[in-house]
């Protein structure tokens, strides 16, 4: 009874917390003040990037809507924020799926699972021609979200304390990696462990875990992770990343038409600015690890490269089982796989 109590105490001062942190931050009389959480410490490159996002709606509304940007930490935690904006707490987020696989299983699925396409275009029509746009908005709006334009990030890499040299030397290792890709990595003996991205480097540090996935290889550098962890390995578990923009349905429906048009466009341009400084940053984000000791593992055997897609073949058989919408996205993927 008291922890339930402490627990909500703890959500009543969040509440306030944002509320009076809204009140402060927009004085203005905008006729809708939304709160916007994201995945990203303040001052990192994505972190911006969200924050331009924010901007384009704020100007194309002509201030009609004012959006205040929480990053990682403020307020609402990585494996909160999905509910959070199904309560409404903040209005709008972008969360990463793979924190929220019980919540919603589809949102694995719509990632990435390991093995899949790195090409955008590929992506693109999968999302927007195949059918995946449709059985999304049905998902997210079964759970009180509207599903906005998702946006595709670089390849996802494992960087590790002790040098890789063989698959095998995954047996035993604590690594960060949440979703599919801990499922993944389980398969190949490793013991996948959920932390968000601000947790990452000090876990690292004091040996909580013994490796991570970031995001992408932005979010090794901006977290300065290879500081406590020198070594990546060459096969990316996931050849391209794809993340939503999700906001309360309703706040949406609170929009008028022409300001929901506002939000969707705003969406649309995060994408592309996401495709493209994402594929900059990345070769920027080697280079700057590599001048700080960054070893790359030695080239892959054949039987390596064998195990690494072995140990992938069943997730599709087993997301497709978690629910109908992952079995619906599924079933369209093998529909138009190569």
Known sequence: MIKNLKKKLSTSALAVTLGLSTLAADVSAAEHNWRFSN?????????????????????????????????????????GLLGAVKSGLVTM?????????????????????????????????????????????KAYGSQGLVWLEPYIQPPVYILTKKEI????????????????????LRNLGASPVSLSWSEIYTSLATGVIDGSIGSNMIDHRDGNHVEVAKYMYKLPLAGAQVLPIVVNRNAW????????????????????????????????AVAEMEAKGLKWSPEPSDADRKAWAEAGAG??????????????????LRANSK
Do not use: C
């Open 253 to 284: 429906k609170k929009l008028p038409e022409d300001l929901q048009a506002v939000v969707r466009k705003a969406t649309e341009q995060h994408a592309a600015d996401q495709l493209r400084l994402s594929k900059k940053w990345e070769s920027e």
């Open 165 to 184: 040299k063989s698959v095998e030397d995954f047996k035993g290792l604590k690594i960060r990696a949440p979703g599919a890709y801990g499922k993944f």
């Open 93 to 137: 987020g972008a969360p990463f799926q793979s924190m929220h696989a019980g919540e919603l299983p589809a949102g694995v699925v719509e990632i990435g699972l390991p093995g899949g396409t790195d090409d955008p275009a590929e992506l693109n029509a999968l999302f927007h021609e195949k059918g995946w746009d449709k059985v999304l908005t």
């Open 39 to 79: 995945l990203y410490g303040r001052g990192t490159a994505f972190g911006e990037v969200y924050e331009s996002l924010a901007k384009n709606i704020e100007t194309g509304s002509e201030g009609r809507i004012k959006v205040q940007v929480l990053y990682s930490g403020e307020g609402v935690g990585t494996s």
């Open 315 to 332: 997730l599709w058989d087993e997301y497709a089982e978690s629910d109908k919408y992952s079995k619906e996205l599924i079933d369209i």
